[in-house]
Structures are given as C-alpha cells and as structure tokens.
C-alpha cells in the first residue's frame, strides 16, 4: 500500500510555470512506477507522463513533450512534474499514480495504476 499527496498547482498565466510535486508514503518508494495523469472539467483522465521505478525510462504525451519534465527523488519518497510555457489546455486536475515496478502493461491507462493522489487544481489563463 501507498499513499500519495499532490501539492503545488495553482493559478498562472499561459506562457508560466509549475512544478507539481507528489510524496509518497506507506511501502518503499522505489518499487513503483510513478505516472502523472490530468483530468479536466467534464473529460477523462488522461496520461501526462510516467516515470519507471529507477528513473531509467519517461514517456510523455505528446501534447506536453518538450514542456513538461518529470523526475523523482527517491530520498524524498516525492515525484515531480516541472511544467514550463503552460498553456491554457493544460488546465485540469492533475492526479500522480502508482503502480508496481514489475507492472508491464500499458502505463499510459489510468487503470495500470491501483494508488492514486487526491489530485491537484491546475489553472492557466489567457
């Protein structure tokens, strides 16, 4: 068992930045696989970016790719999303996810993912 908390969104203007952290607590927090998924008002969740459990592999949508760096500190139990030149399209509720380290299905499904954040608000004005 995880737990997993989601803090830093907020309110920016398009063209600004963000980084959203997420800490983890409960079992060790290397033996996940931590993605970032988002879900705006009305719509599903959606597969932001996913980080394997040694840091060695990311994956990026490609909406966000170029822009959005994900990383995690182990030591920190914390996984973050650095968010630069933000767009009014990436508004949404943004939720980490965890899954096992020997998952090896489809890490762009929400549904490979059993631990989920409370999600953090993220909104970007034109």
């Known amino acids: 068992q995880v737990q997993l908390v989601e803090s830093g969104g907020g309110l920016v203007q398009a063209g600004g930045s963000l980084r959203l952290s997420c800490a983890a607590s409960?079992?060790?927090?290397?033996?996940?696989?931590m993605g970032w998924f988002r879900q705006a008002s009305g719509k599903e969740r959606n597969f932001v970016s996913v980080m394997n459990w040694s840091g060695g592999r990311t994956y990026y949508a490609d909406s966000v790719k170029g822009r959005f760096t994900i990383s995690r500190d182990d030591a920190k139990n914390t996984v973050y999303l650095q968010m630069i030149n933000l767009k009014p399209e990436d508004t949404a509720v943004y939720y980490c996810?965890?899954?096992?380290?020997?998952?090896?299905?489809?890490?762009?499904?929400?549904?490979?993912?059993?631990?989920w954040g409370q999600g953090t608000q993220v909104t970007v004005s034109s």
């Open positions: 996810g965890a899954t096992s380290r020997y998952y090896s299905g489809n890490y762009y499904n929400a549904a490979a993912y059993p631990y």
């Open positions: 409960g079992r060790t927090f290397s033996s996940y696989a």
